[in-house]
């Protein structure tokens, strides 16, 4: 399924359930997470090409983080029921899904630690 976001519109919200898997095909897309003080992170911009929703999919728990649009985008939307079909009927498309899947983790996971390893040596010098 196809969806066109306009700026500022929300695909899902911090703590809704997450059955679904998003593909921004083009656009930019931000993830806001609301901190215990009620305000606004961002923690993330995406652009063209990139999963979301991947961590409250794969686990089956809430969205731990508000995905909005900050440009007009076009975004692919996986329900799980689709993705289920998907691994029965399509055992080696599912997987290939699953591989870009964990680049993208990987990518994200370098990206984090490179950024906490920047900051200890700011904070430590």
Same mark, same amino acid.
């Given at each position: 399924?196809s969806?066109?976001?306009?700026?500022?519109?929300?695909?899902?919200?911090?703590?809704?359930?997450?059955?679904?898997?998003?593909? #921004?095909?083009h656009?930019?897309?931000?993830a806001? /997470?609301?901190?215990?003080?009620?305000?606004?992170? =961002?923690?993330? !911009? +995406?652009?063209?090409?990139t999963?979301l929703?991947?961590?409250g999919?794969?686990?089956?728990?809430?969205?731990?983080?508000?995905?909005?649009?900050?440009?007009?985008? #076009?975004v692919?939307?996986?329900?799980?029921?689709? /993705?289920?079909?998907?691994?029965g009927?399509?055992? =080696?498309?599912s !997987? +290939?899904?699953l591989?870009?899947?964990l680049?993208?983790?990987?990518?994200?996971?370098?990206?984090?630690?490179?950024?906490?390893a920047?900051y200890?040596?700011s904070?430590?010098?």
């Amino acid at each position: 399924e196809s969806r066109e976001l306009h700026i500022s519109e929300t695909l899902c919200a911090q703590g809704a359930s997450a059955d679904e898997l998003y593909f #921004v095909d083009h656009g930019r897309v931000g993830a806001f /997470y609301r901190t215990e003080m009620n305000e606004w992170a =961002r923690v993330r !911009s +995406t652009g063209d090409r990139t999963i979301l929703g991947e961590m409250g999919f794969f686990t089956r728990t809430p969205r731990t983080a508000t995905l909005r649009a900050e440009t007009i985008a #076009v975004v692919y939307v996986l329900s799980r029921d689709a /993705y289920e079909g998907l691994c029965g009927q399509h055992p =080696r498309l599912s !997987s +290939t899904l699953l591989e870009a899947v964990l680049r993208t983790l990987i990518h994200r996971l370098d990206m984090s630690t490179k950024l906490i390893a920047t900051y200890d040596k700011s904070v430590t010098n």
